[in-house]
């Protein structure tokens, strides 16, 4: 339909949040069986891979192995700006003989976080956890007498004697931003199709956001959505186009 001798206007309301791209399928970490994981250390690389489910060597069905001592690390897409968290849905070894242990470091050994249970009955040492729930673990927040972890990094070690099991822990596995990351939305804009246009929508070409402070969006993906369809990730460095029906349009952007 023909738009002769009038303009149609196009408001542009930004909105901003952030979010992790959705997985197309989650990514399990199950520990070794003994020794170090393979793959390790795993990293946190949005948007392939936003998080990590975490299980033991038993999976999320089976109950992890005897005469195991391995070990897994977690590190984040960036140091600077991101760390690890490990928070443990459920929890449960062979209390008073298997032990679990945690690091804030990337190695094995570096920076023990104390865990509330003593040396077991088989020669573990203490500062384990063995039928208690770590609960949540934040590389380098709330863990008092370790030293630094540059890595920002999370490491643990599971050792079991040679008889009986338990079921072994779930976990989920993400980073957490180091420092609160404020966004600030370019203006709303209105614009017009001009005289004579007979098309129904409009290019609306708006600056990108900027960030306070500066690279705390790393290891994010930028994307929008219009009036909540489907996202479209943003690939401009500096400026992005957005295509706009007619009316009211709010275009809500994510990191």
Known sequence: MK??????????????????????????VNMAANGATLGSPFQIAPP???FFNFYDSGGPVF????????????????????RIQVSFSAFGLEAGFDAFYIYNSNTVGTNQVPGPQGATFTGFPAGNWQNINPGTITANTGIAAVGANAAEALTFRLRTDNSFTAAGWSAIVRQVPIINCNMT???NQTVFTGAGSNS???NVNTLLPTFL??????????QY???GGIPTIVLDPVTTNISAPVGLNVVTWEL
């Open 63 to 82: 109950n992890y192995n005897n005469s195991a001592d391995a070990n897994v690390t977690f590190v984040p897409s960036n140091p600077a700006t991101h």
């Open 48 to 50: 392939a891979t936003c």
């Open 3 to 28: 738009k002769s001798n009038f303009h149609i206007t196009v408001s542009m309301a930004i909105l901003w949040a952030f979010a992790c791209a959705p997985l197309i399928a989650q990514t399990n």
């Open 213 to 222: 402070p500066g690279g705390c969006q790393a290891g994010y993906q930028l």
């Open 200 to 202: 129904c929508f409009v």
């Open 225 to 227: 959505r219009i009036n």
């Open 185 to 187: 939305a370019p203006n």
